[in-house]
Structure formats: C-alpha cells, structure tokens
T-cell receptor, first 113, second 108 residues
Framework: DGGITQSPKYLFRKEGQNVTLSCEQN?????MYWYRQDPGQGLRLIYY???????QKGDIAEGYSVSREKKESFPLTVTSAQKNPTAFYLC????????????FGQGTRLTVV | AQRVTQPEKLLSVFKGAPVELKCNYS??????LFWYVQYSRQRLQLLLR??SRESIKGFTADLNKGETSFHLKKPFAQEEDSAMYYC??????????FGQGTRLTINP
C-alpha cells in the first residue's frame, strides 16, 4: 500500500521535553514537507527538503529541527524552544519532476501539557 | 516573499447555488497554483492545478496573472462539496505555501 505515513496519530508530552514526529513515504518522492495546522491560520510551512541531506527553513522554523538522512524519511523534532507546540502537524511529499502534487499524511496531533 | 491569501474563512451557500472561493497570491516568479481539499475525516488531497486547466468534480479555476488571483468556482453546489479548501502556491524551488483555508458549507 503506497503512501505517506505519520506516527503516532496522537502524542502527549510534558512541557520542556523534546519530541520527534515520524514521517515515512514509499512513493519514491524527492521532496518532503512539514506543516503546522492551526484553526484559522491554515497550513504554515515549517521545513521542507528537496533531496536527501538537504533541507530549508519554512516560514515558522523556530523551535523545530529536521533531518533527511534517507529519501523515505523526514522526522520533525519539536524542541523545548518552541513556545506554543500544541498543534496538528502534517507531513507531505511530492515528486521533484514536473508539476509537484503533494501527498499528505494523516497528521499527528501533539499536545504539550 | 511568497504569500497566499484566502479572504473568507467561512463560506455558506445553498445547494444548487454558484460557489466561488477566492484566492490571491504574491510571488515575483512564475507561479504554480493549486487547490487542495480536505473532506471530513480524510486526508488533504489535490483538487486541481492551474497548469492542467481541468474541471474536477465540477470545479474550475483560472489563473489571472494581472490580478494575481486563482479563484475556485462551481456553477451548482452540491452537499458533498462541503469541506475545507486550501489554495496553494508552488515555486521553482519546490517550496509549497498554503493559504489560511476556507470552510465551505453547502446547505440543503
């Protein structure tokens, strides 16, 4: 079953702890993205990666970090420096060839208490 | 900087009425514009892209470079069109930026 998988679906963490969200794709896509979805603010780009071992900051990268060691994986770490980490996080991937259609995961809802 | 603006957070129309969801963008290069849709309890998915000039589920969207707009239209709304709609801008560097989204509700 091809697609993009995020895990876990729900995540709870204590304030001050770092937490890593997983995103895996088996679509052989070069580009991967992380977005944060908040009510009334739409999708805001956190980080994106065009190829392995390379990534760029999006519009709201502060307090987040990523890595792209493998083509199929793009984990996002929400650090303790992120002031308001409770949110719904979406991962996406797209082919680097032609017009990019992004495929999205189901999302991870992170709650920091 | 790239930016996408969807001025309406909520839009409510009656079944059979025309629908127009507005989208304006800001980008100095050659834009690639998309509309994505999220139905209840489903993943965000591509609805249509400007380059294809296609009609999907009765929806169309025309890129107007002069007005920097990419409004989504449907002549006769159906109840199953109720969803969250996002306009998105793609750049040559594979950066994909989304608008704030419009929640469309079709009333019976």
């Amino acid at each position: 079953d091809g697609g993009i998988t995020q895990s876990p679906k729900y995540l709870f963490r204590k304030e001050g702890q770092n937490v890593t969200l997983s995103c895996e794709q088996n679509l052989n896509h070069d580009a991967m993205y992380w977005y944060r979805q908040d009510p009334g603010q739409g999708l805001r780009l956190i980080y994106y990666s065009q190829i392995v071992n390379d990534f760029q900051k999006g519009d709201i990268a502060e307090g987040y970090s990523v890595s792209r060691e493998k083509k199929e994986s793009f984990p996002l770490t929400v650090t303790s420096a992120q002031k308001n980490p409770t949110a719904f996080y979406l991962c996406a991937s797209s082919s680097y060839r032609g017009i990019p259609e992004a495929f999205f995961g189901q999302g991870t809802r992170l709650t920091v208490v | 900087a790239q930016r996408v603006t969807q001025p309406e957070k909520l839009l409510s129309v009656f079944k059979g009425a025309p629908v127009e969801l507005k989208c304006n963008y800001s980008y100095s290069g050659s834009p690639e514009l998309f509309w994505y849709v999220q139905y209840s309890r489903q993943r965000l998915q591509l609805l249509l892209r400007h380059i294809s000039r296609e009609s999907i589920k009765g929806f169309t969207a025309d890129l107007n470079k002069g007005e920097t707009s990419f409004h989504l239209k449907k002549p006769f709304a159906q109840e199953e069109d109720s969803a969250m709609y996002y306009c998105a801008l793609g750049t040559g560097a594979q950066k994909l930026v989304f608008g704030q989204g419009t929640r469309l509700t079709i009333n019976p």
